[in-house]
């Protein structure tokens, strides 16, 4: 992969994913430090939050955290960073502004999902929300993904809980699994759900 055409992920949100594995019990988080490569933390520390990062150093994070930690150790770590980075400036104003005007219903915050990969990702691929076979079913369609994180379990599974993520915010009960399409470097995520009933406000 040339530099020139090297996908990128914003340095706000691979720090939240770094410093999720602070609450990690230290054997589990030197096990991971040791395991990755060398030099996929360089110059993340003194990089500012809208710097761009590589997001294979990304991806070898979540390679590896999933070897370690197993799915479950792994799911709850992603789950805990990707609530870091939607957490952290300028995200959180982003985040506040579509639930408040969606008022958290699922299907348009989904549908809200390809700006926010725009903002925190640079030639990782295209995402497409198309409708599913439901009115409480979207697919959420990741094309012209490199094939090296088409083949990446970590980054396949990352993108799956930060989706069922975006259904807990929504006070949603789903699930979203996976179909992968090697062949054209495409991840189809659908996500089905069921709305929770909401008091009046």
């Known amino acids: ?12 949100t691979f720090k939240a994913f ?3 594995l602070e609450v990690l019990p230290r054997e589990k988080r ?3 430090f040791r ?25 070898a994070l979540a390679d590896v955290a999933h070897r370690e930690l197993g799915p479950d150790g792994f799911r709850r770590f992603w789950l805990r960073g990707t609530e870091r980075s939607l957490r952290a400036p300028p995200m959180i104003d982003a985040v506040q502004r579509a639930m408040h005007l969606f008022r958290g219903a699922t299907k348009p915050v989904l549908e809200s999902a390809p700006y926010f990969l725009d903002l925190v990702s640079h030639r990782s691929g295209k995402l497409t929300v198309i409708d599913g076979d439901r009115p409480d079913c979207s697919v959420l369609r990741m094309s012209g993904v490199p094939d090296l994180f088409v083949q990446s379990e970590g980054y396949r599974e990352g993108w799956r809980h930060a989706f069922n993520f975006i259904l807990s915010v929504c006070d949603a009960h789903g699930n979203v699994r996976v ?19 909401r008091g009046p406000k």
């Open 179 to 197: 179909e992968v399409d090697a062949s054209l470097g495409q991840l189809d995520y659908i996500c089905n759900w069921s709305e929770l009933k």
């Open 35 to 59: 395991a990755v490569p060398f030099d996929t933390f360089r110059g993340l520390s003194i990089s500012g939050p809208m710097a761009w990062s590589r997001m294979e150093s990304l991806a």
């Open 30 to 32: 030197q096990a991971i």
């Open 18 to 20: 770094v410093e999720a």
């Open 1 to 12: 992969m040339t530099k020139s055409r090297q996908p990128f992920v914003r340095s706000m």
